[in-house]
Each structure stands twice: as C-alpha cells, then as structure tokens.
C-alpha cells in the first residue's frame, strides 16, 4: 500500500520560512514526476512545484520556494521562504505523474501552512 506523509506545515509570520516534508512508502517514485499541491480555502487546488530530472514552479512561488528530492529516502521536500499571507493554504504531496502538472497517481493527506500577517 503506497503511502505520502506530509510534515512540517504550522504558523508563520510574514516573511519567515517553512520547510515541509512528504515521504513516500509503499514504492519508489525514481523514474516519475513528485510535486506539491495547495489549496486555500474556497479555491480551488492549484500546482506549487514538481521536480524530476528538474524543478518546476508556479510563478506565484517562483524565487521564493525550492524544491528537492532524496531519492534513497524516498522523500520530496519544499522549502518555503518569503513566506506571504497569501501562500496559506493546505499544501498536498502528491507522486507517480509523467509530467510535473500531473496527473498524479498518489496524494498525501495534506498538511496547514498558516502565515499571519
């Protein structure tokens, strides 16, 4: 049974950092697509990042977010800095697409990113 997990999301001012985690079991995603996701309440869910051989962003968080991956630890992360009251929203891990906008075969649970102005 595959699995994503999130971690790292809470409260933040404005201007600070978050660093999240997504780690995958179950299967590894080496040869696909791993991406985060976010939905703000009373929108609809919308691409933040995806990475593979290479990054992809959306230009709201382009310069201010990273992506990574550790494929030995099967785990994808996104470091968020510049952190805007706008970027609240629940952030979704999601692995297995052949492209970086999807479709995704496996989400995680998702995890709050609250930033306070």
């Known amino acids: 049974q595959v699995q994503l997990v999130e971690s790292g999301g809470g409260l933040v001012q404005a201007g600070g950092s978050l660093r999240l985690s997504c780690a995958a079991s179950g299967r590894t995603f080496n040869s696909y697509h791993m991406g985060w996701f976010r939905q703000a309440p009373g929108k609809e869910r919308e691409f933040v990042a995806a990475?593979?051989?290479?990054?992809y962003y959306a230009d709201s968080v382009k310069g201010r977010f990273d992506i990574s991956r550790d494929n030995a630890k099967n785990t994808v992360y996104l470091q968020m800095n510049s952190l805007k009251p706008e970027d609240t929203a629940v952030y979704y891990c999601?692995?297995?697409?052949?492209?970086?906008?999807?479709?995704?075969?496996?989400w995680g649970q998702g995890t709050q990113v609250t930033v306070s102005s």
């Open positions: 999601a692995a297995g697409a052949r492209a970086p906008t999807g479709p995704y075969a496996y």
């Open positions: 990475i593979y051989w290479t990054t």
